[in-house]
């Protein structure tokens, strides 16, 4: 071990030398020496061990490290390393002694044999984030790592492998959690995260296979404070129907799989729930499957199944998006408002008295695909409106299809097909495609903004003085029967697979498929 201020030799003597060898700050290794005696890599120095090399720690030496040593061969300890500096392992360290870790060692490759004492080991890991692949240093998590600290290393966790924690995690600060590929970390304990300050952040890799199992402590598998999914999977099941397997302040699902089944309320919040991408699935629980004040899905797959699919003490927003909700009282229900503006949105509840969308003040669906169906009704309100201005709905109940104050807006363009519609309120200051029952009427000139079907067994009327219109880009098909007595006008596509009485004006700008017009004017 040679620590020199600099060295004057002839380059082809280098080849003949044997050890560790600092000029000046740079240290290198030559050939694959065994340290016999102790030595110091003085702060300020860095030490690289080279692709191909081995540097050996003698099982009676030690060595001090104050500098940085650059690992690109294999570190070799028979005896005893203390890190006071860095060392970037970048391929392997063979641990058969003692490393005490008072530094920071950052990991990319390989770390065996013994357990380091002291700092943990920090791994250099890729992530997924919205989709772009980052790298950061984070701690690996064994078998006794309970506490997730935010304040430790910037709060970046990493599982690999298959974990098992027997205890409580809990977790304080903004913790980033990271699921690598293949990795299971089964947490027997339950995840606790402290209310005032925890936020716990969960990434995957480009795979996205690495999974967290939450399991059940006094009642609950993830409880306190807030959550954010953006990749891997989360399952919490209980057979109990006390338990809540997730029960925190506010959750955000930005992708991966969230996968919960069984408890009462399946995953509860005390704020807000947002799902913007991902899987969201809940099954099989007595009270709630999905609930929190505010409820959001601007995207990702949702499938709910409880007494309520989704519940909201203050409001349903759903933008985007495909939901799938089953309750026995209601499918998807708000003590305050449910806003539809887009996606695709199935709410079936068939139990007793049972509504597919319920409010107690006002829903509004301004597009998307809506097909609500309840024992009693399809669409409820208790004391506000119903307004149905765009998209496509399907309303069905045993009672009515749509049993609020309804409306459609000045300008509405929505392809309405309910069962019965019970306050309908105003028909003169209707817009759009309606049926209430099987005879369905275009109020208004409307403008078909999304693909929709006449059923095989109603009948659509265009009146004198209306228009209906199928948009560029939009499908008709008829499977029953329309009536034109005043302007249809196909920019889009119309199939006809029933029939098309034309008593006036049909335009045909697009394309038309199936039984021919039955016209008793010219097209």
């Keep these: 071990f040679v620590d020199a201020s600099s060295i004057s030799a002839r380059r082809s003597a280098t080849s003949y030398w044997c050890g560790v060898v600092f000029a000046g700050n740079t240290g290198t290794l030559y050939r694959n020496p065994t340290l016999a005696q102790d030595c110091t890599i003085p702060s300020g120095k860095t030490l690289t061990v080279a692709g191909g090399h081995t540097l050996t720690v003698g099982s009676s030496a030690t060595l001090t490290n104050n500098g940085t040593i650059v690992n690109d061969g294999t570190l070799k300890n028979d005896g005893s390393i203390i890190n006071n500096g860095t060392i970037t392992n970048n391929s392997a360290i063979q641990n058969d002694g003692s490393i005490q870790n008072n530094g920071a060692i950052t990991s990319s490759g390989t770390v065996s044999g013994n357990a380091i004492s002291g700092n943990p080991v920090l791994i250099a890991v890729d992530y997924v984030d919205n989709g772009e692949t980052k790298t950061t240093s984070a701690t690996a998590i064994t078998s006794t790592t309970t506490t997730w600290d935010g304040s430790n290393n910037g709060g970046w966790y990493v599982v690999q492998g298959s974990v098992n924690l027997d205890s409580l995690v809990r977790v304080t600060g903004n913790v980033n959690l990271i699921l690598a590929d293949g990795a299971t970390l089964n947490v027997n304990g339950g995840v606790y995260i402290r209310p005032d300050d925890g936020t716990l952040n969960i990434y995957a890799q480009t795979e996205g296979t690495g999974k967290l199992v939450a399991k059940m402590s006094s009642r609950r598998g993830i409880s306190g404070g807030s959550i954010t999914i953006n990749g891997g999977t989360i399952e919490s099941s209980s057979s109990f129907e006390s338990d809540w397997p997730i029960f925190v302040d506010d959750i955000a699902v930005k992708g991966g799989t969230v996968m919960v089944n069984g408890g009462d309320h399946g995953i509860a919040c005390n704020g807000t729930i947002e799902i913007s991408g991902g899987r969201v699935e809940v099954t099989d629980s007595v009270g709630y499957a999905i609930s929190g004040e505010n409820v959001t899905v601007s995207g990702g797959t949702v499938i709910a199944n409880g007494r309520a699919g989704i519940y909201a003490s203050s409001s349903v927003t759903i933008d985007d998006g495909m939901v799938n909700a089953i309750g026995s009282e209601s499918a998807i229900s708000s003590e305050g408002i449910v806003a539809i503006s887009g996606g695709t949105v199935v709410a079936n509840s068939e139990g007793q008295y049972s509504s597919g969308l319920k409010s107690s003040y006002d ?41 609020a104050t309804f409306s459609t807006g000045t300008a509405g363009n929505a392809f309405i097909d309910a069962s019965s519609i019970r306050n309908a309120g105003t028909q003169n200051d209707w817009s759009g495609v309606i049926f209430d029952g099987n005879n369905g009427q275009v109020y208004g000139n409307p403008a078909m903004a999304q693909d929709c079907t006449v059923p095989s067994d109603k009948t659509l009327t265009v009146p004198s003085d209306g228009t209906l219109v199928v948009g560029n880009g939009v499908i008709l098909t008829n499977e029953g029967t329309i009536a034109n007595d005043g302007v249809i006008v196909n920019n889009g596509t119309i199939q006809n697979n029933g029939r098309i009485v034309n008593n006036s004006t049909f335009s045909n700008n697009g394309i038309f498929n199936g039984n021919p017009i039955e016209s008793t004017q010219p097209e």
């Design 363 to 403: 829903i509004t669906i301004s597009g998307g695909q809506v097909t609500a169906t309840g024992s009693s009704y399809g669409i409820y309100t208790t004391i506000g409106v119903a307004e149905i201005s765009s998209g496509t709905v399907i309303a069905t109940g045993g009672s009515a299809g749509i049993y």
